[in-house]
């Protein structure tokens, strides 16, 4: 079976590193680009980027571009997603999902962060 | 940047057609998916490149697109489709734009 599988989720303050993780199974993790998407409480799907494990090829969306960083371990099949300093707005769920030629196929179950004093 | 526009509610009843709409500039010239989000899940995908439906999706569900304006129709819809609905399309920097949503009540 084809999933991907999400870290769970996290409570963290103000100012706090964080790094998520979502982990590929059932197909060949190098091969395909992994998107990374927000969802704050109760609004709708924001694209934050993607990146290729096979090579660690990495696009941003304008609007996270130096927000996140994204990142790959193509031997433990697993993708992250990391901030350096959290603020109350990071708030949010985030999902990863696989890219297969045009759609998002697969999805992660999503990692709820919580950011707040 | 890109902009894709949902209404941002439609209403149906039981067993009638549900079409969804997103519009964007020359959106026709583009792949548009469409995914569907249940409460409190992860989003699905349930049509592909304009009209193709994945693997596990039922029939009831196709797609169009041409012009500005890509349409989810959902033919004979049933209680389990209400959900919140998502269209997507690539722009030109290879960033994927989502619809804002449109939550589908079936009543």
């Known amino acids: 079976e084809v999933q991907l599988v999400q870290s769970g989720a996290e409570v963290k303050k103000p100012g706090e590193s964080l790094k998520i993780s979502c982990k590929g199974s059932?197909?060949?993790?190098?091969?395909?680009?992994i998107g990374w998407v927000r969802q704050m409480p109760g609004k709708g799907l924001e694209w934050m980027g993607m990146i290729y494990p096979g090579d660690s090829d990495t696009r941003y969306s304008p609007s996270f571009q130096g927000q996140v960083t994204m990142s790959a371990d193509k031997s433990i099949y697993t993708a992250y997603l990391q901030w350096s300093s959290l603020k109350a707005s990071d708030t949010a769920m985030y999902y990863c999902a696989r890219l297969d030629v045009n759609g998002m196929d697969v999805w992660g179950q999503g990692t709820t962060v919580t950011v707040s004093s | 940047s890109y902009e894709l526009t949902q209404p941002p509610s439609v209403s149906v009843s039981p067993g009638q057609t549900a079409s969804i709409t997103c519009s964007g500039d020359k959106l026709g010239d583009k792949y548009v998916c469409w995914y569907q989000q249940k409460s409190g899940q992860s989003p699905v995908l349930v049509i592909d490149?304009?009209?193709k439906r994945p693997s596990g999706i039922p029939e009831r569900f196709s797609g169009s697109n041409s012009g500005n304006t890509a349409t989810l129709t959902i033919s004979g819809t049933q209680a389990m489709d209400e959900a919140d609905y998502y269209c997507q399309a690539w722009d030109s920097s290879s960033s994927a734009v989502f619809g804002g949503g449109t939550q589908l009540t079936v009543l």
């Open positions: 490149q304009d009209t």
């Open positions: 059932g197909y060949s993790f190098t091969s395909y680009w």
